[in-house]
Each structure stands twice: as C-alpha cells, then as structure tokens.
C-alpha cells in the first residue's frame, strides 16, 4: 500500500510545482508585457518599474488573462495610442514565449 501512497504524494508534488511554474511564467509574461507597453508610453524607468507591478497586480483579480488585457488596453488607449486588443493578447502570447525561455534558462 505505500506504493500507492508514494505515488500520490509524487503526483501532488508534481502538479504543485507545475502549478508555481506556471504562476512564474505568467507573472514574468506580465511584467515583459508591461514594459512594453510602458516603452509604448514612453514612461520613466521608475514609472516603467511602477506600472510593470500594476499590471502583474492586475492579474489577481479574477482568472484568466481578461483583468490583465483589460488593464493593458484601457491604459494604452487612454495613452492616446492606436492599439487594439488583438495586438494587446498576441504580444501576450508572445511574452509568454519570452518568460518560460527566461525561466528555463535561469533555473
């Protein structure tokens, strides 16, 4: 029977640390996402850092990526920037490339 009861604590084990990665990946995915957008804003490094928190913050508020297109849309448009939500969830897509390449190098 302890066979059986490894297994499950390898299995729990697994899906935690599954469930950490990808909580990295998306917070780092925010964060690139962020400084672009703050590079499109044309914002200060010290407002760049700022805005970049908000926008992984953003991510809390419900599931999904939504709260954190949301976010990113409202504050480019709001900008004056001719961006629209299409271009928003591809560089998501993209950055989610970047952070799990950045993760799996710098572990």
Same mark, same amino acid.
């Given at each position: 029977m302890t066979t059986f009861d490894d297994r499950e604590?390898?299995?729990e084990a697994k899906f935690a640390r599954d469930e950490e990665v990808a909580f990295r990946i998306n917070a780092r995915r925010n964060r690139l996402t962020a400084q672009w957008a703050a590079e499109l804003m044309k914002l200060t490094p010290a407002?760049? #850092?700022?805005? *970049?928190?908000?926008?992984?913050q953003a991510d809390f508020e419900e599931a999904g990526?939504?709260?954190?297109v949301r976010k990113l849309f409202? #504050?480019?448009? *709001?900008a004056g920037l001719d961006v629209d939500e299409a271009t928003v969830r591809s560089v998501l897509a993209e950055k989610t490339i970047e952070a799990r390449r950045q993760l799996m190098q710098s572990e």
């Amino acid at each position: 029977m302890t066979t059986f009861d490894d297994r499950e604590r390898a299995f729990e084990a697994k899906f935690a640390r599954d469930e950490e990665v990808a909580f990295r990946i998306n917070a780092r995915r925010n964060r690139l996402t962020a400084q672009w957008a703050a590079e499109l804003m044309k914002l200060t490094p010290a407002e760049a #850092d700022a805005y *970049a928190k908000a926008v992984v913050q953003a991510d809390f508020e419900e599931a999904g990526d939504e709260d954190v297109v949301r976010k990113l849309f409202g #504050d480019l448009t *709001a900008a004056g920037l001719d961006v629209d939500e299409a271009t928003v969830r591809s560089v998501l897509a993209e950055k989610t490339i970047e952070a799990r390449r950045q993760l799996m190098q710098s572990e």
